[in-house]
């Protein structure tokens, strides 16, 4: 009696775990026949609504690999601080910003007192160098005669060599900067080629020694700085091409090492050739790029629909949509490289009416 009821219940498990895998096995099909590309048959006079936007299914050229806001800023040493050595007044304003320049050309002009007393002391420090190399010429030749000690040559040779380093560190100051001296004050000049990006002082204002006057940009090439997720730092390496909305494009130069703890990223930086569209804190959008792959396809971003968390679009039948799953390799805002077996080039996919179709999808 015992072993009937144990058989019994062994039975009675094994019909409820029976039970249990069809209906997991169940859903499972139901999910998976979801999946599979089966035609939504639409009305004929319905039709032109879906077909109004439909675009076309090319084969990958290239595989976006990511797409990151970024802000446009000059390369690292292609922007140079235009300083004043000496302190003075600004009588003039030469330039303005976005103004072209060449080398040599006035930016500033600035009157200055130190300047003055600076070309004083080279007047000063020539003349005591002066004097003294005729007074160790002296000295050598009464020692020869021994009429003097040696140690009174070595003074006056000290005195020589203070008096030059005097002399030669005040050239120096004057020449630090490249300027051009006029009558009571001095010119800032362009020390390269480039373009005006900020004139700080205005006509009157104080300038302190070895303050900024000028910026200056000697190249016409930009970067781009974007920060980069940190799930997709090992996707992305230098040299990989960048494109821009505005047509330009570039590569990358350079990916960090370490992650911010806030943002949890890290900064990218690429190389761009500008056209004229673009200018220095201007925000954008970059699209790193690599070949496309055989399975990859590009396809409009509106395309894509989301059912059950998973991306689908649909295809464009004799008499309707046929839905098919993709993966998503990359987006921006307005293409997407997808991967799928049931795309083909020259296809059409909705991009109107994705709701309608999700709706008929799941049999509504």
């Not at 084969?59 to 970024?70: D, E, G, R, Y």
């Not at 120096?172 to 001095?186: E, P």
Request: charged share 20%.
């Amino acid at each position: 009696m015992l072993t009937s009821d144990r058989r019994r219940n062994a039975w009675r498990i094994c019909l409820w775990l029976a039970a249990g895998l069809a209906v997991w096995f169940g859903s499972d099909l139901s999910l998976a026949a979801q999946e599979i590309a089966r035609e939504l048959a639409i009305a004929p006079e319905q039709m032109p609504q879906f077909d109004a936007g439909a675009a076309e299914v090319r084969a990958a050229k290239k595989s976006i690999v990511a797409a990151l806001p970024a802000t446009i800023i000059p390369p690292m040493n292609a922007r140079i601080a235009v300083a004043a050595p000496f302190a003075g007044t600004v009588v003039k304003v030469n330039v303005l910003p976005g103004q072209a320049v060449k080398k040599g050309d006035a930016l500033v002009t600035l009157a200055s007192r130190d300047l003055s007393e600076t070309i004083v002391r080279l007047k000063q420090a020539e003349a005591d160098l002066l004097a003294a190399e005729v007074l160790l010429k002296r000295q050598r030749e009464l020692f020869q005669k021994d009429l003097v000690t040696a140690n009174r040559v070595a003074e006056a040779e000290a005195q020589v060599e203070k008096v030059r380093a005097l002399a030669q560190e005040t050239r120096r100051l004057l020449a630090m900067g490249a300027i051009q001296q006029n009558s009571g004050g001095y010119s800032l000049t362009a020390p390269e080629d480039g373009r005006i990006v900020e004139v700080r002082p205005t006509p009157g204002a104080a300038l302190q020694a070895m303050e900024a006057a000028v910026l200056l940009d000697a190249s016409d090439q930009l970067w781009a700085q974007a920060q980069l997720p940190g799930a997709m730092v090992g996707k992305v390496a230098v040299g990989d091409r960048v494109e821009l909305p505005q047509g330009d494009s570039g590569k990358v130069i350079s990916v960090g090492i370490s992650l911010d703890p806030v943002t949890r990223s890290t900064t990218l930086l690429a190389e761009i050739s500008a056209k004229g569209d673009l200018m220095t804190g201007q925000t954008t959008t970059i699209s790193v790029v690599r070949p496309g792959a055989a399975r990859e396809f590009e396809i409009a971003a509106d395309a894509i629909a989301w059912i059950g968390g998973k991306p689908f679009v649909f295809i464009r039948g004799e008499s309707g949509f046929a839905p098919a799953q993709i993966a998503i390799k990359g987006r921006n805002a307005d293409v997407a490289t997808v991967e799928s077996d049931a795309l083909k080039p020259g296809q059409k996919l909705a991009t109107n009416g994705l709701a309608q179709l999700e709706h008929m999808m799941s049999g509504n």
